[in-house]
């Protein structure tokens, strides 16, 4: 599994757990 990869997996983890609200803060913080 390369780094990548952990990240996305780590990232549908954390969107399970805090739902929309990482999703969106993640959306500012690309945007900004």
Known sequence: MNFKDMLE???????????QRILKMYEDIKYT
Do not use: I
Request: aromatic fraction near 28%; hydrophobic fraction near 25%; proline fraction near 0%.
């Open 9 to 19: 997996e780590q990232f549908k983890y954390l969107n399970k757990l805090y739902g």
